[in-house]
């Protein structure tokens, strides 16, 4: 019986993007090729690893023991990869990199393009989640590297500096807050917002400061990206509060008035590295951390 390496990764890929479409795209590759990659791998093992439903894929009791052994191989085949290039002199392998939406759209394509023309043989898996699932990812192994706007990290987690993103006001520009320099939370408590991301940091953030303030948050719609929200806040359906990263990304054209949101919350908000504690890492791995932290984005 052979098993192919390649074909345990595509697996891995499935099982952790929950559908075969989407690690489809996460790896470059047709649906039907991963189909078929792990219609093989069920045949090579004699046993069923996937249900397969429209929503998305649920493991089996066989499909769950061998995607345990299955990222662990992975690992270490990479691992290895790494450690003969190493002896060559040569910084190369995969880093597994999870980060909120905030810092992809704001700040991570430049970073990663500068650290790619300087270690052409890294690759670089990235992987968008909210605040909360980047430290799990970290915690539990599957990130090497995070990138999150908790304000606490757990202490298993190593944490550096990488970005000042205070909060804006994202409004309309005939909206009544357009001439309102800098609005204050209960201002904009009084309007109807357009939330992103229901359940994710930013947002159980707002819900626990207007709980606080005792007034209510008024959403009129959510979405699940920044583009979004700023198309929603153009159309009129409501105002929104957006990381300083995002607002310079999305809400650029003359249709929206852009202003800093006056709560000390609000512009102390930050964004952190973050990597399990280790007494050594890849040298992949170190060197990524290094270049995210030493090109970290003050206020």
């Known amino acids: 019986m052979r098993i192919d390496p390649y074909s ?3 697996f891995v890929a499935v099982v952790e993007e929950g559908s075969i479409a989407r690690a489809a795209a996460r790896g470059h590759i047709s649906s039907s090729a991963i189909s078929r990659r792990i219609a093989d791998l069920e045949t090579s093992l004699g046993a069923l690893l996937l249900t397969r439903s429209p929503s998305g894929v649920e493991l089996t009791e066989a499909g769950a023991h061998v995607f345990s052994r299955a990222r662990a ?13 190493s002896l060559a002199g040569q910084v190369s392998g995969t880093v597994r990199l999870y980060a909120n939406a905030s810092a992809i759209v704001g700040f991570l394509p430049e970073l990663l393009t500068t650290f790619k023309a300087a270690y052409p043989l890294v690759e670089i898996a990235l992987i968008e989640q909210i605040s909360s699932d980047v430290l799990r990812a970290c915690v539990d192994g599957r990130a090497d590297v995070g990138i999150s706007s908790a304000v606490v990290a757990p202490d298993s987690l190593d944490s550096w500096h990488f970005a000042d993103d205070p909060l804006l006001v994202v409004v309309p520009r005939q909206h009544e807050l357009a001439s309102v320099t800098a609005p204050t939370f209960s201002d904009v408590l009084d309007f109807s917002l357009v939330a992103l991301q229901a359940g994710g940091t930013l947002d159980q953030e707002l819900r626990e400061r207007a709980a606080a303030m005792g007034k209510p948050l008024r959403v009129s719609v959510t979405v699940n990206s920044f583009d979004a929200q ?5 159309a009129g359906l409501g105002i929104g509060i957006v990381p300083t990263s995002a607002a310079s990304a999305f809400a650029g054209s003359g249709n929206f008035i852009r202003h800093p949101l006056d709560a000390p919350w609000a512009a102390s908000r930050t964004l952190r590295v973050h990597a399990f504690k280790r007494s050594a890492r890849r040298q992949a791995v170190a060197a990524l951390i290094f270049h995210l932290s030493s090109h970290s984005h003050q206020g």
């Open 8 to 10: 345990l990764e595509l």
């Open 73 to 85: 191989l992975n690992d270490q085949l990479q691992s290895l990869v790494g450690e003969v290039h």
């Open 230 to 234: 700023c198309r929603m806040i153009e």
